[in-house]
């Protein structure tokens, strides 16, 4: 029997009926436990024991069935204008768009973009996350078709709301489904990103150059939504929120690299197309205005991912992934003094460190979750504390080097975590 906080009953009802438990009950409490003091957390939880009481002992033969509620929705207006204004009126209030205008996905607009994949429009590509809905072929037309896909656009996205399946119950499910401004990135590697348009160097952003690499995403977002029910305040329970949900997808800047490709990484060849998903929490735009030796540019780096904060659940320090987004100007010097890419990996890691003391600053020692390895630091004072420096991160091989981006060593980093995935998209067209 949950207890649920205000504002998430809605999430508790979204989530118990995606997970198979439609006849959930639960009792409301008005605060959030997490950050409330413990006299209060004491008193909220006491004003609805007898609540609480009742709903376990209570007998309840009422049992939910669900019922198919697809239909054929029809607009119409004073002309085509009005009724896709209408349409788009309709679709904003269901929640179904992103609420900038869609494109109609009409029967023919979904057997065209059907038409650029190899699948039959009732293949079932995967039970596609936070929510588990069916991602069907046709449903994901649907949802590409509002986003203005064209049918070379297909395997790419199906590809991409397979990937998302493949990231495991933190990725796919728990990170999707947090207070926290999570959200998914795509990156093309290989033959396709090219054939299609993706950019690879100012790539992130509005724009005619970007085109491509929105509507991609943006299709795969409104999959997300509409298959993943990853719906405002339902299942996605973002605090403030982040402009990273209008999701992006990119193409890595495989001529500029001095490197493998991500995917090649990965273990694909390099004449292979594939989507890799990360899951972001944050960005951060490090510059450098002088370097121009590896050394100075991966130290600049280095002390330049250092921010965020870690948690002392666990034996070893060290907090989130980083996910880099090297442009060539750092990438390609870098690469010309011999460094391969584990090494310039190796090198940020080794440079990469911070004060524990501020990277814990929002779990207290005395909390319960404190693993063992870490109750002697209650008998060290706040300065000893903060004088102690930790890695960033557990190893080298939670960072991601993506080369992306045009002139000028500015480099973009990505809390994140966890691991990534890639998957094929060939096997879709």
């Known amino acids: 029997m949950p207890i649920v906080s205000g504002r998430f009953e809605d999430d508790a009802l979204a989530s118990s009926r995606a997970f198979g438990m439609p006849d959930l009950q639960f009792v409301i409490v008005p605060r959030i436990y997490r950050n ?44 085509r204008y009005d ?15 992103d609420a900038l205008p869609v494109f109609p996905p009409t029967d023919s607009a979904v057997a065209d973009l059907i038409s650029g ?20 072929v046709e449903k994901i037309a649907i949802n590409s078709a509002l986003a203005g896909a064209k049918p070379e656009h297909m395997p790419i996205i199906i590809a991409s709301v397979k990937c998302l399946s493949e990231m495991g119950e933190h ?30 160097r100012s790539a992130l952003g509005p724009g005619r150059d970007n085109e491509i690499n929105i ?26 929120g982040t402009t990273r949900k209008f999701v992006h997808c990119v193409g890595e800047n495989e001529d500029m690299s001095p490197w493998p490709s991500y995917a090649e990484d990965r273990g694909f060849k390099g004449d292979e197309s594939t989507v890799s998903i ?35 659940g666990g034996s070893h320090a060290g907090g989130h992934e980083r996910l880099i987004f090297m442009p060539p100007d750092v990438a390609g010097p870098v690469g010309a003094e011999g460094f391969s890419k584990e090494d310039a990996r190796e090198f940020i890691h080794k440079h990469a460190n911070n004060s524990l003391g501020k990277m814990i600053q929002y779990m207290p020692l005395g909390d319960a979750r404190v693993h063992e390895n870490w109750h002697y630091l209650r008998n060290q004072t706040e300065e000893e504390i903060l004088a102690t ?17 045009a002139d000028r060593a500015k480099t973009l980093v990505f809390p994140s975590g966890p691991s990534s995935a890639t998957v094929g998209i060939d096997q879709y067209k």
């Open 389 to 405: 420096e930790v890695p960033l991160l557990h190893s080298a091989d939670d960072i991601d080097i993506v080369v992306v981006g």
């Open 215 to 240: 509507i991609i995403g943006r299709a795969f977002y409104l999959c997300l939504k509409n298959i993943g029910m990853w719906y405002p305040n339902k299942m996605d329970m973002d605090t403030i």
């Open 171 to 200: 990725g796919g499910k728990s990170l999707l489904m947090s207070t926290s401004p999570h959200a998914p990135i795509l990156v093309v590697n290989g033959p396709m990103a090219k054939e299609v348009g993706l950019n690879p």
């Open 117 to 136: 994949t190899n699948l039959p429009p009732d293949h079932v590509v995967c039970d596609m996350p936070p929510g588990f809905g069916l991602a069907t």
């Open 36 to 79: 409330l003091a413990d006299d209060l957390c004491v008193t909220q939880t006491e004003d609805v024991m007898d609540e609480l009481i009742s709903c376990l002992t209570a007998d309840s033969d009422n049992k939910t069935v669900a019922e198919n509620q697809a239909a054929t929705l029809r607009y119409e207006g004073d002309d």
């Open 83 to 97: 009724a896709i204004l209408k349409m788009n009126s309709d679709y904003t209030r269901r929640d179904w768009s």
């Open 278 to 312: 990360f899951v972001t929490d944050g960005e951060l735009d490090v510059q450098d205005q002088g370097n121009t030796s590896a050394e100075g540019l991966l130290k600049t780096l280095a002390y330049g991912i250092t921010f965020g904060n870690t948690t002392l």
